[in-house]
């Protein structure tokens, strides 16, 4: 009887393996999990030798800026790239100009952020870090110089790392995730000393430029990348005229984040460093679920899509109560022990234990928004498949204006905890509209 049971589980185990979308999850899952070991590793050390105090400060709204426009600009390029590739793909159109029109488009982005950071730092600065000591604003913008190039680096990066998902090199694409920690563990151990204050910024540069030259390499290598004349047809005229609402939508949504970062700016030293500490873990789980799913199903969401919408549909519900599921049995456990986390995790030297009690109150409100929030990623990757990106620039919006709200409220009370409430109510809030929106299209295919 064992030996029955045995043998029809292997028979699953093997037929499951098969399944080159599950595959892809499961390889995709076991290198972004090695990623973000290693980022909690590097983490450690970050604590270890700075604590809460103003150098992490600085860094965090040094590298805010670059890295607001590669998630709102960059990343909508990247998104609306894949499901538009694949059509150009499927109707044997001119790859090497569609290719030349995304990487034009993201070297443009990045040049003209960079040049409007450059010229507006000062007054930036003003309104998202307003009234601390010269040394701080001279620390920011000493890091912020440092920081910028990356711009160019991600965004390249992420054209390529899109076309090696279309050709299911999923190994590759994210094994590019290592270099930048890797690369940030050599430098705090062997240059700290060498470049001090600044080693943080310099370490993010070197890693930018390493993860770079490693897509690149495996991008010729197969032969994906093909430049040549950008002509626009009505694909790429499509994909363009989707820019402005996914743009408006990426940038409503990072704005939460953005919001949140100036509320904690506002408080004591060591606000921005606690909320980032508490973000931690739970951002550990988003991403580990998200790129084994979210980078596999965009791809995979698009074809479907192409051949049999409704499948489509019945496949993305699957998907969400499986992820809706788990993860939430999985973030009741770790809530649980969430202390003795951070604990083994960050409490040595400067670190305290004080610290770890501030750190894991976060930790624990932040989770509870965590199986909300990874149905809305994926919710979202399918909409961006069906080209519905006007209605997630308006509930990015309402987003938006409701996390402000929250913040303002909350703060008063519970000071930096009510800013990570008012980030799990927003995020469980928008959840429950995500989804709505989804199955009511469901519903109109269906009739």
Not at 15 to 28: D, G, R, Y
Not at 70 to 98: C, D, H, M, Q
Not at 138 to 147: H, S, Y
Not at 317 to 325: A, D, E, G, N, T
Request: aromatic share 16%; hydrophobic share 55%.
């Amino acid at each position: 009887m064992i030996k029955s049971y045995t043998k029809i589980l292997a028979n699953k185990l093997n037929e499951a393996l098969s399944n080159p979308v599950l595959k892809s999850m499961l390889i995709v899952g076991a290198i972004t999990f090695l990623v973000k070991a290693l980022a909690f590793f590097k983490e450690t050390i970050v604590a270890g030798m700075f604590g809460l105090n103003e150098v992490i400060d600085t860094f965090i709204i040094a590298a805010l800026i670059p890295t607001f426009v590669n998630s709102v600009f960059i990343s909508s390029v990247t998104n609306l790239f894949i499901p538009n590739y694949i059509v150009e793909l499927k109707n044997k159109g001119n790859k090497s100009s569609f290719q030349s029109i995304v990487f034009i488009i993201v070297l443009l982005i990045s040049l003209v952020s960079s040049v409007f950071i450059l010229l507006s730092i000062d007054y930036i600065l003003d309104i998202i870090y307003p009234n601390q000591p010269k040394e701080n604003y001279l620390l920011v913008k000493n890091q912020l110089f440092i920081i910028l190039p990356c711009l160019f680096f991600w965004g390249i990066d992420a054209v390529l790392a899109g076309l090696l998902e279309v050709e299911n090199r999923f190994l590759v694409s994210t094994s590019a995730g290592l270099f930048p920690l890797i690369t940030m563990i050599v430098f705090l151990f062997c240059f700290i000393d060498q470049f001090g204050e600044m080693v943080l910024a310099y370490g993010t540069l070197a890693g930018a430029i390493a993860s770079f030259l490693y897509l690149t390499f495996f991008s010729f290598k197969y032969k994906y990348v093909a430049i040549g004349k950008p002509i626009f047809n009505k694909n790429s005229r499509q994909m363009i005229r989707q820019l402005p609402p996914k743009v408006s939508s990426g940038f409503l949504s990072v704005m939460n984040n953005f919001v949140d970062q100036f509320f904690a700016g506002q408080l004591v030293v060591g606000s921005l460093a606690a909320l980032n500490y508490g973000n931690r873990i739970p951002a550990f789980f988003v991403a580990i679920v998200i790129m084994s799913l979210g980078n596999v199903l965009l791809p995979h969401f698009s074809r479907l899509v192409s051949e049999d919408l409704k499948s489509a549909y019945n496949y993305l519900f699957k998907v969400l109560k499986w992820v809706f599921i788990s993860v939430l049995i999985v973030s009741v456990i770790v809530g649980f022990f969430s202390e003795f986390i951070i604990e083994l995790w960050l409490e040595r030297d400067q670190f305290t234990s004080d610290d770890t009690n501030k750190v894991s109150f976060i930790q624990q409100i932040l989770l509870v928004h965590v199986p909300f929030y990874l149905c809305t990623l994926i919710l979202v990757k399918f909409l961006t498949s069906i080209n519905k990106n006007n209605f997630m620039a308006w509930i990015s919006l309402a987003n938006l204006i409701l996390n402000i709200l929250l913040n303002i409220i909350l703060i008063k009370y519970y000071d930096v905890f009510g800013l990570a409430m008012s980030t799990s109510l927003v995020l469980i809030i928008s959840s429950c509209f995500y989804f709505g929106y989804t199955y009511r299209q469901y519903k109109k295919l269906s009739r």
